[in-house]
């Protein structure tokens, strides 16, 4: 099947500083791309649509302040955490549908907020 | 009412066993159905891709779409230990449209 790679595969950064998480389909090319946040023992929450050449949609109760979304080309988008807190430590993760319409998931980022 | 009902479990069988994983949704606009495996602290990986009503087969898997029930199932043939994991179902309206997830059952497997 397709393959989405994720970078970092782990962070940890102190309180206040932004952290860039990258999102790459690596043998397709994607218009859309979707990043999920994962709490442990809890299921994938929908945060943003990442959309190629134009705004990202966000969930509602994300703070697009905070979580900015960057389509830069159709392989990649990126997740940038702002000002990051305690409470934005989880497990972020991305997805992508290919040519034929089949989601395939990043390995995911743990990121962990000092 | 959530979306998408899943059984969170934990769900524990023997080796060998047959296992049945099932959701209910209640969003008649979801035409495309999947099934993740999700290891701990791994990014979900895809088994099972549907589309339509009926039974589709990948080896060891099946997957089972009933429309008219709003009903999934996913079917695991001669467990191993190395099923051991969280299984997600997920559904959407389109293939590129986002992706609703169930709870997520978590399944033993034990030798």
């Known amino acids: 099947g397709a393959v989405v790679s994720q970078h970092p595969s782990r962070v940890i950064c102190k309180s206040g500083t932004s952290v860039k998480i990258e999102c790459r389909s690596l043998d397709f090319q994607a218009t859309t791309m979707f990043w999920y946040r994962q709490f442990p023992k809890q299921s994938l929450m929908l945060m943003a649509t990442s959309n190629e050449g134009s705004k990202a949609t966000y969930e509602q109760g994300v703070e697009k302040d905070k979580f900015l979304i960057n389509h830069a080309s159709l392989t990649l988008s990126t997740l940038t955490v702002t000002s990051a807190h305690p409470e934005d430590s989880s497990f972020y993760i991305c997805?992508?549908?290919?040519?034929?319409?089949?989601?395939?998931f990043g390995p995911g980022t743990r990121l962990l907020v000092l | 009412q959530k979306e998408v009902e899943q059984d969170p479990g934990p769900l524990s069988v023997p080796e060998g066993a047959i296992v049945s994983l099932n959701c209910t949704y209640s969003?008649?606009?979801?035409?495309?159905f999947m099934w993740y495996r999700q290891y701990s602290r791994k990014g979900p990986e895809l088994l099972m891709y549907t589309y339509s009503s009926g039974n589709k087969e990948d080896g060891r898997f099946t997957a089972q779409v009933d429309k008219s029930s709003k009903y999934i199932s996913l079917f695991i043939r001669d467990s191993q230990p190395s099923d051991s994991a969280t299984y997600l179902c997920a559904m959407n309206s389109g293939g590129y449209q986002k992706v609703t997830f169930g709870t997520g059952t978590k399944l033993q497997v034990i030798p």
């Open positions: 969003n008649s606009a979801f035409q495309y």
């Open positions: 997805s992508a549908p290919d040519y034929q319409e089949t989601q395939y």
